[in-house]
């Protein structure tokens, strides 16, 4: 039986050189993206109230939002540690302003640790 597995290998192999491939060349290949994929994070501040649904709701504490300003003028700011988020949408469907969204953009990758902390 083990004799046979390198055959089997080999036809397998032989067989799917002349299929097309089940991947693109990225960044070259056209991306043709769901619509319901969850990319990058947006924010907007100018919605927000500041209540901390979104970071009460996200299950790896991935999400930051915090008042710069008073309890008056509001400057909200947010971060996103995207090394941590598991894209699980709950700091979207929490916020009860809608003021977090998912886009379609896929480049979210980096070679510096420091650079997948988002400011939003």
């Known amino acids: 039986m083990i ?6 290998i080999t036809n ?3 067989k799917h050189f002349f299929k097309k491939p089940a991947t693109i060349s990225y960044p070259k290949g056209e991306m043709h993206i769901a ?6 994070l947006t924010y907007d501040p100018t ?3 500041g ?7 996200c299950p790896s504490n991935a999400i930051t939002v915090i008042n710069e ?6 400057k909200m700011k947010a971060s996103l540690k995207i090394a941590q988020c598991i894209f699980c ?4 469907d929490s916020c009860p302003r809608k003021c977090l969204y998912y ?4 480049d979210l990758s980096s070679l510096n640790k420091d650079e997948l902390v988002v400011q939003l």
Do not use: D, L
Not at 35 to 40: A, F, I, T, V
Not at 51 to 57: A, E, P, Q, S, T
Not at 103 to 106: K, L, S
């Open 12 to 14: 397998m192999a032989v």
């Open 69 to 74: 300003g008073t309890k008056e003028e509001r």
């Open 103 to 106: 886009t379609q953009n896929i």
């Open 51 to 57: 209540c901390g649904m979104c970071m009460r709701y």
């Open 3 to 8: 004799k046979s597995a390198p055959g089997k």
């Open 89 to 92: 949408c709950q700091c979207v």
């Open 47 to 49: 919605n927000c109230n």
């Open 35 to 40: 619509g319901n994929y969850r990319g990058k």
